[in-house]
C-alpha cells in the first residue's frame, strides 16, 4: 500500500510538472508553486471523493480525470451543502479547470456561509472579474478587495487586484501606491515584475519612476586563488561558485556568488542578495563557513575535476577577507 501511494503522488507531481513547464523557463518560482498546488488540489478532491479502502488496489473505484473527481464532489455537496470546505474546493477546481460562471456562483455559496473569510472573498472577487462582460472588477467585487485589505494590509492579492482595478477606473496613482505597498512583501523576482507595473502606473500619474533600489551592503569579502601547480588546469569558460554555508556546513548554502572567470585570484563579495531562500538569509547568520569550487562544467553541484577549496569559518559582517585557495581536485 506504500507502494501505491508513493507511485500515485509521484504519478501527480509528474503530471503536474508537465502542466507547469511552460512557465519553468519564464518563472520558476511560479511553476512551482502551480505544481504543488495541483498536488494540493487533487489532495484535496480526493480527501472530499475518495475512499480509504481505495488505497487498497483491490478496491479502486477512483474517477479518472478531474472532471469526474469535480462530479463526485458536486454530487457530495448535493447531499451534504453544509460543507463549507468542500464548497471552497470545489469553486477553486472550477477556477483551476477556468470554470469561471460555475466558480462565481460556488464561491457566492461559500462566502455567504463564513463572510469573514477575506482570503475567500479576494478569490471570490477573481471570479467576478473573469465573468464581468467588459472584465473589469464589478463594485460588490471592490467592495470585497477594500475589505480585504482594511483587515490586513499585507493581503498580496488583495493589494495586487485592488491595483489592476485602480488601474482600471483610471486612477494610476492609486495603483501604484498599493502596489508599492505590495513590494516589500514578495520574492526578488516576483517584486521586480510588481516594480515594473508600479513604473506603468506612475508614469500614467505623470511621476517618476521609483528610485532603484540600493544593492544590500557586503556581508563577507572574499579572495580567491588557485595554487600554482593547478593553474595550468583553468580552461577558458571556467565558472567559479563562492558558498556561504551554516557553521557545521549542513542545509543548502545562505548565499551563492557565479563568477565567470579566466584569470585568477579575483574578490567576491556575498551579500543577501545572493541568498537563494528569502527565509534563509546571511544577514541571519552569526558564523558560517566559506568554500569556492571551480566548475569546468559551469554546473553549481560538484563533478569530478572541478577544483575546491578548504572551506574557512568567517565572522558575518566581519571586515577582513576571507582567503580562499583553490587547492584540491573533486576525483
Known amino acids: 500500500m506504500v507502494l501505491f501511494v508513493a507511485l500515485a503522488l509521484l504519478a501527480g507531481l509528474v503530471a503536474a510538472a508537465f502542466a507547469t513547464w511552460p512557465l519553468w523557463r519564464t518563472n520558476r518560482r511560479l511553476a512551482i508553486g502551480l505544481t504543488f498546488g495541483l498536488l494540493l488540489t487533487g489532495a484535496g478532491l480526493y480527501r472530499y471523493v475518495g475512499e480509504p479502502l481505495a488505497l487498497n488496489p483491490a478496491n479502486i473505484v477512483q474517477p479518472q480525470t478531474i472532471s469526474e473527481a469535480i462530479a463526485q464532489l458536486e454530487r457530495r455537496l448535493a447531499a451534504h451543502p453544509e460543507e463549507f470546505e468542500g464548497r471552497v474546493l470545489l469553486a477553486r477546481s472550477y477556477m483551476a479547470e477556468q470554470k469561471y460562471a460555475q466558480a462565481r456562483d460556488t ?20 471570479s467576478l472579474l473573469r465573468t464581468s462582460p467588459d472584465r473589469h472588477f464589478p463594485p460588490a467585487a471592490v467592495a470585497m478587495l477594500e475589505n480585504a485589505v482594511a483587515k490586513n494590509p ?63 551592503a557586503p556581508l563577507l569579502r572574499a579572495q580567491v586563488s588557485i595554487d600554482p601547480t593547478l593553474a595550468n588546469n583553468l580552461p577558458a569558460g571556467a565558472v567559479l561558485y563562492v558558498f556561504a554555508r551554516s557553521a557545521n556546513g549542513s542545509g543548502p548554502p545562505l548565499a551563492v556568488v557565479r563568477v565567470a572567470v579566466n584569470k585568477l585570484p579575483v574578490e567576491v563579495a556575498l551579500s543577501d542578495a545572493d541568498s537563494p531562500m528569502p527565509t534563509a538569509k546571511l544577514s541571519a547568520q552569526t558564523k558560517v563557513l566559506v568554500m569556492a569550487r571551480l566548475s569546468l562544467s559551469g554546473d553549481a553541484q560538484a563533478a569530478s575535476g572541478d577544483i575546491e577549496s578548504d572551506p574557512q569559518n568567517a565572522t558575518v559582517g566581519q571586515a577582513d577577507r576571507i582567503v580562499l585557495v583553490l587547492n584540491r581536485t573533486v576525483p
Open 107 to 126: 464561491y457566492a455559496i461559500a462566502t455567504a456561509q463564513h463572510p469573514e473569510e477575506t482570503d475567500l472573498s479576494v478569490e471570490y472577487a477573481e
Open 154 to 216: 499585507q493581503n498580496q492579492r488583495a493589494l495586487f487586484f485592488l491595483g489592476m482595478q485602480r488601474m482600471q477606473s483610471d486612477r494610476p496613482a492609486e495603483a501604484a501606491d498599493l502596489w508599492q505597498r505590495l513590494l516589500p512583501l514578495l520574492p526578488a523576482d516576483a517584486g521586480a515584475m510588481v516594480r515594473q507595473q508600479i513604473d506603468v502606473a506612475r508614469a500614467a500619474a505623470h511621476m517618476p519612476p521609483l528610485p532603484l533600489p540600493e544593492a544590500p
